[in-house]
């Protein structure tokens, strides 16, 4: 939170011109020599040094302004999203109109001290209330706010189980050779076909049913007495003032609060990682009722107050299972949804689109328009700008794919 969505003003990009030129733009503000061979060579052998530091008065983060706009919680717009136009700038927001070979981004001071404290209650309103009074009253910003539905939480728990153990014992480092290797795997399986479809999701599952717990029994226990969940960790001067709020706030007749240990906060929180993929290893371990899966990332207003989602029956209908969980003070929830077979995945999505659009949303909220999403104006002014002859990425947020934007 305390970051802000991703955003520099340097970087180190090729841009093909009107004219259909390739310029490269030096624009890391560190001296790296005059033509592009000599740029590019000393960018990739490290021949610099802090005396080639030229330039450092340009903005390397989103810091400096989002504090102020995530904390405006009355506002009638979201505080993040893809196309926000003050996040559109050379290679941010880019989505492959130009090549870009380098960013600079800001480092911040590591955390001295952290503390994680778990919230259930089983009324919206009480995180609602949590959210606004954290914004506007306490001085320092978490470092996170992580909500969690309980079906997500359990969807998580069975079928993530081997992801939390990978990152526990691998480390994050490793987790794109893992992908690799599944991969690998799922190829082999293709073409030895009597081995099932999705063969390594489902070794993978077989495998999680060996694997012994891993979350404490606090965190069962408030499974089992919440619906919903938030995962708050805060750093250095602002943990005395957050056991403070919630000590004011909770227990309350439908919600409760406790302070995990180191060890709980880092399970609680690869839970949270988890439920990311836990609907494709769903869907693989139920592809006889599964017909797809529907994934939305969406920014709400600031000053929503009726966030958690509630759908018509028959779009309740055509759904198995429903993944809430998201970045709560930031109000930007990722929301997949498990449909069944016989389900228009596509044609589902785009009424939930019209709702979404009824509430003054936006979306995707942090991934790219890719060519699944009509990109807004601004968005497409941005690629337009960068890419003035169509050549790189045509088509990108349903734009033109023809030659000179025709």
Not at 189 to 207: D, H, I, N, W, Y
Request: aromatic share 10%.
């Amino acid at each position: 939170m305390q970051r802000g969505p991703a955003y520099t003003e340097y970087a180190l990009y090729a841009q093909v011109h009107a004219d259909g030129e390739v310029h490269l733009r030096n624009h890391l503000g560190v001296r790296l020599g005059t033509d592009p061979e000599s740029i590019l060579r000393n960018l990739q052998e490290g021949r610099f040094t802090d005396d080639d530091i030229v330039e450092t008065r340009r903005e390397a983060s989103a810091a400096g302004a989002y504090p102020n706009i995530v904390r405006a919680i009355n506002e009638d717009s979201p505080a993040r999203f893809n196309a926000d136009p003050a996040r559109l700038f050379e290679a941010s927001g880019s989505a492959g109109k130009i090549m870009v070979f380098a960013v600079r981004l800001a480092t911040f001071p590591a955390a001295r001290r952290t503390a994680v404290f778990y919230i259930g209650t089983n009324d919206t309103h009480e995180l609602t209330t949590l959210r606004r009074s954290f914004l506007s009253k306490l001085d320092d910003l978490p470092v996170s706010a992580e909500y969690i539905h309980r079906e997500a939480f359990d969807v998580a728990d069975r079928y993530g189980k081997d992801t939390i153990v990978a990152i526990r014992t691998l480390g994050t480092e490793r987790l794109p050779a893992l992908f690799r290797l599944k991969s690998r795997i799922d190829r082999i399986a293709r073409v030895l076909t009597m081995l099932p479809e999705s063969f390594a999701e489902k070794m993978l599952q077989a495998c999680c049913r060996l694997l012994p717990d891993q979350l404490s029994a606090r965190l069962r226990a408030f499974r089992v007495r919440f619906q919903h969940h938030l995962i708050l960790k805060v750093a250095d001067e602002a943990i005395e003032p957050t056991r403070n709020l919630l000590a004011s706030l909770f227990p309350s007749s439908t919600g409760d609060v406790f302070e995990c240990t180191p060890d709980e906060g880092d399970r609680a929180t690869l839970l949270r990682f988890a439920v990311a993929g836990a609907a494709v290893r769903y869907r693989a371990m139920h592809s006889d009722q599964v017909g797809g899966i529907i994934s939305l990332d969406v920014a709400l207003r600031r000053n929503d107050v009726a966030w958690f989602e509630r759908f018509p029956p028959e779009i309740d209908e055509q759904i198995i299972v429903k993944l809430y969980y998201g970045h709560f003070f930031c109000h930007v929830f990722h929301q997949d949804y498990v449909v069944r077979k016989g389900v228009d995945p596509v044609a589902l999505e785009h009424r939930m689109w019209a709702l979404l659009d009824e509430r003054g949303a936006r979306y995707p909220a942090e991934h790219n328009v890719g060519h699944l999403y009509p990109a807004a104006a601004d968005l497409a002014a941005h690629y337009r700008m960068l890419d003035p002859t169509n050549q790189l990425n045509p088509g990108i947020g349903q734009t033109s794919r023809l030659a000179g934007w025709l």
